[in-house]
């Protein structure tokens, strides 16, 4: 079992920044990919970014790339994401999730997810 806890997440003007955290405990792995996904009121839950525990290789969103930065902390079993630039449709619920089985853009890939944080961007 891993567990996921995130946070950060807040009230932000366009254009702004915010940092989130997702500290992992339980039985973590240095093989894990560690993915970034949000969900919109009556949206679908959609990728966001992810990283590799111990290769630093990141992934992202069309949507987010150039903005976003994933990046991690291995000694405090923490991934961040750095997100820049903000705008009024990156406004969601944040969540992070461990890589169990491929698919690193897919929610079909993941199994443990944190129970997520808000992210508000006003206009």
């Known amino acids: 079992q891993v567990q996921l806890v995130e946070s950060g997440g807040g009230l932000v003007q366009a254009g702004g920044s915010l940092r989130l955290s997702c500290a992992a405990s339980?039985?973590?792995?240095?093989?894990?990919?560690m993915g970034w996904f949000r969900q919109a009121p009556g949206k679908e839950r959609e990728f966001v970014g992810a990283?590799?525990?111990?290769?630093?290789?990141?992934y992202y969103a069309d949507s987010v790339k150039g903005r976003f930065t994933c990046s991690r902390d291995n000694a405090k079993n923490t991934v961040y994401l750095q997100m820049n630039s903000l705008k009024p449709e990156d406004t969601a619920v944040y969540y992070c999730?461990?890589?169990?089985?491929?698919?690193?853009?897919?929610?079909?890939?993941?199994?443990?997810w944190g129970q997520g944080t808000q992210v508000t961007v006003s206009s």
């Open positions: 339980g039985r973590t792995s240095s093989s894990y990919v």
């Open positions: 999730a461990v890589n169990i089985w491929g698919e690193i853009r897919s929610l079909n890939g993941y199994k443990y």
């Open positions: 990283i590799n525990w111990s290769g630093g290789s990141t």
